[in-house]
């Protein structure tokens, strides 16, 4: 039978790696923010992928739709 103090050591560690995902996480959206205003400052428009198409985000307010992304599983790979 497990002892409490192995099963608490097992409780920590999953409670560790929750938190450094959450950090991980957390610096990712907020690094991708500040990337996307920088560009939008220093370009003029963004290119983002929204509701299954390529669009371009102008500073202006408007967007362009440039194309639809296919759905998922149709691509065709050829592997040699």
Not at 18 to 39: C, D, E, F, N, Q
Not at 53 to 74: F, L, N, W
């Given at each position: 039978m497990?002892?409490?103090?192995n099963n608490k050591?097992?409780?920590?560690?999953?409670?560790?790696n929750y938190?450094t995902?959450r950090i991980?996480v957390?610096?990712?959206?907020s690094g991708g923010?500040?990337?996307a205003?920088?560009?939008?400052?220093?370009?003029?428009?963004?290119?983002?992928?929204e509701?299954g198409?390529?669009?371009r985000?102008?500073?202006?307010?408007?967007?362009?739709?440039?194309?639809?992304?296919?759905?998922?599983?149709?691509?065709?790979?050829?592997f040699d």
């Amino acid at each position: 039978m497990a002892s409490g103090r192995n099963n608490k050591e097992h409780t920590s560690a999953k409670r560790a790696n929750y938190l450094t995902k959450r950090i991980l996480v957390r610096a990712t959206r907020s690094g991708g923010a500040l990337a996307a205003r920088r560009a939008m400052e220093l370009m003029g428009y963004i290119v983002v992928a929204e509701n299954g198409h390529v669009i371009r985000k102008y500073a202006d307010g408007r967007s362009e739709q440039i194309t639809q992304i296919p759905p998922s599983g149709t691509t065709k790979v050829a592997f040699d």
